[in-house]
């Protein structure tokens, strides 16, 4: 979902030449964001002879301001080391979601290389925490970007499902039609809970009856801290009880006729 062009911060960051990242921003009054959206048309190459700061540079939000501005918002800078290495940004308009961990055109992965708390309306600069990831330095340049284009994953009606039967409700009576989206905050494993500091988004298309096709992507840091959890919380190969918590109050439990038991090997190896 596209929102308003603001061409002049296009412009200010293509005369950029620096290691920059985002510290302010204010997002769309009412709007939540899906698990992060993409700043469009805001990727760029920075060349300033340090490898450090090299490479292509990715942003995204998120935030929450359905009861006015969110004070936790979150802007991340994801850094490709390889130069000119865009994820095809302006040709295939990517979700915020699917930037981290993903190649880019000429190969690198985009990683995270800082995440600012933005707090406060207007421009605070390096007076908001900025939090440097992998060894990174800190930024040469701070851009205050109070106004923008997003593409997001419209997820108006995320958080809105109280229970499995309030989200079948909504497809039958057809205010869910089409593709939505429910965020995943916690699971319990056995008789643990385990509360999830980034929830991870799921997917799906509503078929009128039922959702159907659900796409969970575990590529990312929230999908990395699920998959810790399972391994920090159940034994390999043995049987246990799941159940899914997510955001809104809706809770699915595996069936009775269904057993969980998780292979630790192989998910161990997706977190290398």
Known sequence: MKRSLAFIGILMMALVASGCAITDFEGYPGHQTSAESKLWAQEIAFIVGDPAYDGTYAYTVKYNNHSGRDTNMKIFTYRNPV??????DGQIDRDGDDVQGRKGVLGGKFLPMWTVTDP?????FFDNNIQSHGGAPEPLLALC????EEIDRDLELQASFSSLGDLINQIWSGAVSGGFTAELTGIRLGTTNVTLSQPVSIGSLSNGIRPSRITVDLTGAAGHELIQAILNNTTDGAPVS????????????????M???FNHDALGGLLQ
Not at 120 to 124: P, S, V
Not at 145 to 148: H, I, L
């Open 145 to 148: 970007a109070t106004t923008n």
């Open 259 to 261: 057993k969980a038991a």
């Open 120 to 124: 406060a309306a207007d421009c605070q």
């Open 83 to 88: 130069d000119s290495s865009f994820s095809r």
């Open 242 to 257: 799941v159940r899914l918590n997510f955001s809104g109050g809706m809770t699915i439990d595996l069936p009775n006729g």
